[in-house]
């Protein structure tokens, strides 16, 4: 007779699996999990809960050739212990886009955001100097700015302590005989924060905070590609057009392949997009941390507007989670992990101020848009749904289309085996 582990499991063992590395062993290491944390304390569950995702890591190889390469297991897209694993070790290095100045283009503005469990505020102090702190009160820990504004200060909701936006706390309300407290050791904790063109940067990590300068932002973030991107790719002239947020059920990494397959899909999942583009001009280059794919226009209505805009299309991915894509105008795509099977995809539309008016132009633009994210996004969650079969354990690339996928799978692998630091 089976114990209930083993009945648990005994499902898995009877799907043929062609790639037996992947879906299997995952349940096997799930089975030591459940066996283990029966008889040890919490950090040993922690311990196994994070070596866990590093076999999970391991079961992709990047060493060999996209045409003999098998796509990530689907456990990548599927496990919250791979989640953890890659907001520790992703998404709270370096450097990561959180929004636009265009956001904050005032004096005491602000925005606040969150990124896994860390909840941020942005703001500008009264001298148009950029800040970034935890958003999180000292004394209870309330959230303390709740979507975006304007103010001279953070006054808690809670209990009413003031900060300002330097962080200093300001006042503390009703602490009259506490002893032993240093006001000054008591501000917001601050982010180290970066403006790199148009794009607020914040990097999390809980090391030593400096307040000195980032010139080099742009190499930190994107490596050699930071010169190609800033004459190619973003054009700080363009001016900020609107925002559309859209919630997906499906793994963050989903909609970044889906964006990095080299125009593979469009033929079969957005016709219309496709009689605008000449896809067999499409071209990829990777560098470090970014790879770039072009593909020339078709002729489009309103061609004699884009002229001196351009009719290329230029698709930058910069990992691990910004998009953007150029001409004839720009739009930015940044994806936010909200759990192992949810993501929240956030579009940033940017215009040439000479079509801004063309009130016409920028709905009936919107709205072509908009129809292409609402095809993405049954795309994706389409994909979820199948990345959590018992029938499916790895894919393949396409080798002539598929290499800007492959480029982001191998760095994410180098990136969680810790063999680089952004
Ligand atoms: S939690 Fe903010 S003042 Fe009490």
């Keep these: 007779m089976m114990n209930p582990i083993d009945v648990q499991f ?27 944390n029966s008889h040890e304390p919490n950090h040993c569950l922690l311990q196994t809960s994070q070596e866990l995702a590093r076999s999970l890591v391991q079961q992709f190889n990047p060493n060999i050739p996209i045409e003999e390469a098998l796509t990530p297991p689907s456990s990548w897209y599927t496990s919250p212990d791979f989640l953890s ?5 992703v998404f709270f290095r370096g450097w990561q886009a959180v929004g636009c100045t265009e956001q904050v283009q005032e004096a005491n503005s602000f925005f606040t955001g969150r990124l896994g469990n860390v909840e941020y505020v942005v703001c500008r102090d009264e001298n148009g100097e950029f800040r970034a702190f935890h958003n999180v009160c000292r004394h209870h820990a309330s959230l303390l700015a709740f ?31 506490i002893k032993n407290f240093n006001v000054k050791e008591f501000g917001l904790v601050p982010l180290r924060v970066a403006i790199w063109g148009p794009f607020i940067l914040l990097n999390l990590e809980t090391e030593a905070f400096s307040q ?15 010169k190609i991107l800033s004459t190619n790719g973003v054009d700080t002239s363009l001016s900020y057009l609107c925002r559309r947020e859209y919630t997906i059920e499906c793994n963050w990494k989903v909609f970044c392949d889906n964006y990095l397959d ?3 899909h469009v033929p079969f999942a957005h016709k219309d997009l496709a009689s605008d583009l000449k896809l067999d001009s ?39 989670n910004f998009m953007d894509r150029y001409g004839p105008w720009m739009d930015t795509n940044l994806v936010l992990p909200l759990g192992p099977r949810k993501c929240k995809v956030v579009f940033d ?8 008016d063309d009130e016409a132009f920028v709905a009936k633009s919107l709205e072509d848009s908009e129809k292409v994210q609402m095809e993405d996004i049954v795309l994706c969650e389409s994909v979820q749904r199948g990345l959590e079969s018992p029938a499916y354990g790895s894919g393949r690339y396409a080798p002539m289309v598929e290499k800007a996928m492959r480029h982001f799978h191998c760095l994410l692998h180098q990136n969680l085996m810790n063999d680089f630091y952004f």
């Excluded at 694993?85 to 070790?89: G, P, S, T, V, Y």
């Design 10 to 36: 005994s499902h898995l063992k009877k799907i043929r699996n062609p790639y037996p590395n992947s879906c299997i062993q995952h349940a096997r290491s799930l089975k030591s999990l459940l066996i283990w």
């Design 85 to 89: 694993l890659e907001f520790d070790q």
């Design 147 to 177: 979507g975006s504004g304007k103010g001279s200060c953070f006054t808690c909701p809670y209990h009413g302590w003031t900060y300002g936006l330097n962080g200093a706390l300001l006042k503390a309300t009703r602490i009259t005989g």
């Design 212 to 226: 000195q300068g980032y010139d080099d932002v742009g190499m930190e973030w994107l490596g050699s590609s930071s």
């Design 262 to 264: 080299g125009g593979y």
């Design 282 to 320: 499409y071209s990829t280059t990777v560098y470090e941390k970014v790879s770039i794919q072009r593909c020339d226009g078709g002729e489009v209505q309103g061609q004699e507007d884009f002229d001196r805009l351009g009719s290329k299309s230029l698709y930058a991915f910069i990992y691990p």
């Design 349 to 356: 539309y940017f215009l040439d101020a000479s079509l801004k």
